[in-house]
T-cell receptor
């Protein structure tokens, strides 16, 4: 069975700090890894990663995948209070249409 | 990006009644949609995969007779919580993908409270 583990489970930092969120996985026939941000309601998409070593970047957020070591990280620099949310990592595999989600990391930014 | 609309956004019902939640893909066709349940401060738990024109595939531990899923068209899937009990109170979210090379788009979610 596919498995996704995120760490830390929760993180509290001050505004302006940089944070790194981790996602490790065990899946059969890996296809892609996705990061989502969930505030109060539905998750919103951040990144989809399919290849190792290629950084994806969007503003202060960036993410990279390591398919050899089976993990991904999500970096957020110069954090702002609006970054407070649950960050979810999910993995997609060939032959299985569903996404397997990790437990999420609850990030809290203190002003 | 693609839009998935979920309705209602919140509902309160009495114990023993049934509640239907709709999930629509507004600008694309979705042969497959997914239904999740989320408890407070926890991650998304997949309940079932909804397949257009065929029976849903339920995850282990999810009662198919209690959570009825119908995917009658390429743009609509419904989840009916039958004979609801207070322990069914939760946040239910649907999602769909345009294809396997794109991200999953989520509905706004439905907060169900059973009293």
């Amino acid at each position: 069975e596919d498995k996704v583990v995120q760490s830390p489970l929760s993180l509290v930092v001050h505004e302006g700090d940089t944070v790194t969120l981790n996602c490790s996985y065990e899946v059969t026939n890996f296809r892609s890894l996705l990061w989502y941000k969930q505030e109060k309601k539905a998750p919103t998409f951040l990144f989809m990663l399919t290849s190792s070593g290629i950084e994806k970047k969007s503003g202060r957020l960036s993410s990279i995948l390591d398919k050899k070591e089976l993990f991904s990280i999500l970096n957020i620099t110069a954090t702002q209070t609006g970054d407070s949310a649950i960050y979810l990592c999910a993995v997609d595999s060939f032959g299985n249409e569903k996404l397997t989600f990790g437990t999420g990391t609850r990030l809290t930014i203190i002003p | 990006g693609a839009v998935v609309s979920q309705h209602p956004s919140w509902v309160i019902c009495k114990s023993g009644t049934s509640v239907k939640i709709e999930c629509r893909s507004l600008d694309f066709q979705a042969t497959t949609m997914f239904w999740y349940r989320q408890f407070p401060k926890q991650s998304l738990m997949l309940m079932a995969t909804s397949n257009e024109g065929s029976k849903a595939t339920y995850e282990q531990g999810v009662e198919k007779d209690k959570f009825l899923i119908n995917h009658a068209s390429l743009t609509l899937s419904t989840l009916t919580v039958t004979s609801a009990h207070p322990e069914d109170s939760s946040f239910y979210i649907c999602s769909a993908r345009v294809n396997r090379d794109t991200e999953a788009f989520f509905g706004q979610g439905t907060r169900l409270t059973v009293v």
